[in-house]
């Protein structure tokens, strides 16, 4: 042990270990000869850790989360559609997803909104290929959670009522025609970034928006379970949903420190961000309903947290402290009136909230994220090409708006697909009311005896 601590310090001495992390772009990958110069065990290290915590944020986070939330009748299906969505976005991934996110195009024009096929299948990456100081493989796998649990948060708005076959295929068209797209453009150097310079740290567009609003379209397109409004529909278990969003909140560490790609100061501000925002955000939200509802709940504090975690996503390594706190508060309200209030006027079975969480809080986070990166709030300053608030909100707002409307259209027209395709998303009376489990799966959550 005492001869591994002095050779890494002997390494870290002699620069052998690069700390500093990447002075080039996360986007730039060297060529084999120049990897032994950049890569940084350091920087590999931590990412790996952190797309590991990603990876805890769907399998069994999420899982859990939404397994809790259902009616016993309907456990094992939210947990099926996780596991499954999970593994199906990673195969995507590997085939042809991060090529065309992060890859390049030859044409100008098609570049600002997707990447080429380089990289199918990760043809011509070696172990010694670089992605600024990581190993191009640690790239792609952090960078392949991601798109995993985008596609999980999508599974609460219909849950209990939709065919897996449907949901198969919606999943796969909305991966090719809308997160791979918004993805490039906010992080791959395409459109959103180039031409109205977004700031989203770790995916307030890419990831929660982008989800919610496929969602929404799912929850109309599927229409209400039988019995909404009329019977009683209380999660199965909030212990589990506890558990869940404990589960998330630690994974989230992962998802936001982890986006600066090196352990440097703007991660640990991240981190620090995502320890300040949820926590508000759960007070907010927790204070608000004692008021209105006479009742503290242990789902309202999970949900307000959760809250939290999505508004301060795109902003953790932009804002101060002081203006986490304030994002946090805020989002712990909007959400609490997007689960309650927004849904009324949409009149929609959004069945898990997920557009009244990671929709509104999405949006929030984004939008508040032009305002408190000023440096008159303690911010680290504006996107180069923005030199005001105005200015860099105008950008905020155009993504969220793009955002919007790629995914709402794409998930139409998936939907619609999907209908004609296997007669109709819904499964029939007869299966929503036996319910999934034993419907789709032949399988019971808990066989007592």
């Known amino acids: 042990m005492g001869r591994a601590i002095f050779l890494t310090c002997l390494l870290l001495m002699t620069g052998t270990l690069n700390i500093a992390g990447a002075e080039e772009s996360v986007n730039s990958v060297t060529s084999p000869g120049e990897a032994a110069a950049q890569l940084s065990l350091v920087d590999n290290s931590f990412v790996m850790i952190c797309a590991a915590l990603v990876i805890l944020m769907s399998v069994p986070g999420i899982a859990l989360f939404y397994g809790g939330l259902v009616r016993v009748k309907n456990m094992l299906s939210v947990l099926t559609q996780t596991v499954m969505a999970f593994s199906l976005m990673f195969v995507l991934w590997a085939v042809f997803g991060y090529s065309m996110a992060f890859g390049t195009n030859d044409s100008e024009f098609l570049n600002n909104f997707s990447g080429g096929l380089d990289k199918f299948l990760m043809f011509g990456v070696l172990p010694e290929s670089v992605n600024g100081t990581l190993s191009e493989f640690t790239f792609f796998s952090f960078q392949g959670a991601f798109a995993g649990i985008t596609s999980c948060l999508i599974l609460g708005s219909f849950a209990e009522r939709i065919k897996f076959s449907a949901l198969i295929f919606v999943l796969v068209f909305w991966f090719v025609l809308s997160y791979v797209p918004i993805c490039h453009m906010v992080w791959g150097g395409g459109y959103i970034d180039s031409a109205w310079h977004a700031l989203d740290f770790a995916g307030g567009t890419v990831v929660h928006i982008n989800a919610a609003v496929c969602a929404l379209v799912g929850a109309y397109y599927c229409g209400k379970r039988i019995g909404f409004g009329r019977e009683r529909m209380a999660p199965h278990s909030l212990v589990m949903t506890m558990i869940g969003a404990s589960l998330l909140w630690v994974g989230w560490f992962g998802f936001n420190a982890g986006s600066e790609l090196t352990p440097d100061g703007v991660a640990a501000l991240s981190f620090a961000n995502t320890c300040v925002a949820p926590a508000a955000a759960a ?107 105005s200015g860099q909100f105008t950008g905020q707002l155009v993504s969220v708006v793009m955002t919007i409307g790629i995914s709402g259209v794409v998930s139409v027209l998936g939907f619609f697909i999907a209908d004609k395709l296997f007669h109709g998303v819904r499964v029939n009376q007869e299966e929503e009311r036996e319910g999934l489990d034993l419907a789709w799966h032949g399988e019971r959550a808990y066989n007592l005896i």
């Open 283 to 389: 007070l907010s939200w927790m204070f608000l309903e004692w008021l209105f509802q006479r009742k503290p709940s242990l789902l309202g504090v999970c949900s307000g947290a959760v809250a939290g975690l999505v508004a301060i996503t795109p902003a953790c390594a932009y804002v101060s402290i002081g203006s986490a706190l304030i994002i946090g508060l805020v989002a712990g309200a909007v959400c609490l009136w997007g689960v309650h209030g927004l849904k009324k006027l949409l009149r929609v079975d959004d069945s898990l909230d997920v557009f009244g969480v990671h929709g509104t809080g999405g949006i929030v986070g984004a939008l508040l994220t032009g305002v408190f990166c000023s440096p008159d709030f303690g911010g680290t300053g504006f996107k180069e090409g923005w030199e005001s608030i």
